[in-house]
């Protein structure tokens, strides 16, 4: 049986191209996107080169959606073999936490940290032993690299969803679920820009790679260039 993955804010992007790659390998895909119309046009793009893809409408900021993108993919299937937690945000005014408005910071953690923990929260059920949650971080999240003085709301909230990342590793060992995150370096996305000097296909390598053949047995730990590093 073809193995499946939810892939969350894949309708562009990195999320996208992940989508592709595992798609191309014959995984059953279940595209995320927050925007029904969206998620739409980009499955029927990548079904026009073949691969098995569904949209499920899925914000991953309202737990409204989540628990209907739940109940969407339980008609679909009745596991997921990876479940990949894509989807952020990244804004122009993220310049200053000093000046930044509370809202505005909580709206990007509520995005890019819980968002994550809130999917793998409602989407449990389906992660059965052998099964794994990646979540896309980001090196701005890192605690042991420079403060680069970028986008610090967006910092914090990667480093916010690594240690999520962590703690989930340890509590859900127990049910045979390993949990990794990736740092994917600069890619040239909407995010990204274009002067980011990698191309979106590297920048979903690692994921692809951990999601189709990542080694067994590990958990909890942050990967780049298919390689270990420190958080
Ligand atoms: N690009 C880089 O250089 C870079 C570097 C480090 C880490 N990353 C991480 O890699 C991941 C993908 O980034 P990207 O560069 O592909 O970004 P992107 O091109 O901006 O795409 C972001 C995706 O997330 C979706 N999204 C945003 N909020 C959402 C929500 N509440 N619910 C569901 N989907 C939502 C967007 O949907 P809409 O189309 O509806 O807006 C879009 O599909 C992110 O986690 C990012 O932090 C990227």
Redesign the pocket.
């Given at each position: 049986m073809a193995k499946r993955a939810l892939i969350?804010?894949?309708?562009?992007?990195?999320?996208?191209e992940i989508a592709r790659q595992l798609g191309q390998k014959g995984w059953h895909i279940l595209m995320?996107?927050?925007?029904a119309e969206?998620g739409a046009a980009a499955a029927a793009t990548l079904k026009k080169q073949g691969i098995t893809v569904e949209p499920v409408k899925?914000?991953?900021?309202?737990p409204e959606?989540a628990r209907d993108g739940f109940q969407e993919v339980l008609r679909l299937t009745d596991h997921l073999d990876v479940l990949i937690?894509?989807?952020?945000?990244?804004y122009q005014e993220d310049q200053s936490l000093l000046s930044q408005q509370p809202g505005f910071i909580q709206d990007v953690i509520q995005?890019?940290a819980l968002?994550g923990l809130l999917v793998v929260q409602v989407f449990r059920p389906l992660l059965l032993p052998g099964s794994q949650v990646l979540f896309?971080?980001?090196?701005?999240g890192s605690m042991s690299d420079p403060v680069g003085g970028w986008s610090p709301a967006?910092c914090v909230s990667?480093t916010l969803m690594n240690s999520i990342c962590r703690h989930l590793a340890f509590e859900m060992r127990s049910m045979g679920v390993s949990v990794h995150a990736v740092?994917?370096?600069?890619?040239?996305?909407?995010?990204?820009?274009a002067g980011?000097p990698?191309s979106?296909e590297q920048?979903a390598d690692t994921m692809v790679w951990l999601a189709d053949q990542g080694p067994q047995g590990k958990t909890g730990l942050l990967w780049r260039d298919r390689k270990v590093v420190p958080w």
């Open positions: 969350t804010g894949a309708n562009r992007g990195i999320g996208l995320g996107a927050r925007n969206r899925l914000d991953v900021s309202d959606s937690n894509n989807a952020a945000v990244l995005t890019n968002g896309m971080s980001s090196g701005g967006y990667k740092c994917p370096g600069w890619v040239r996305t909407e995010m990204g820009g980011a990698q979106v920048g």
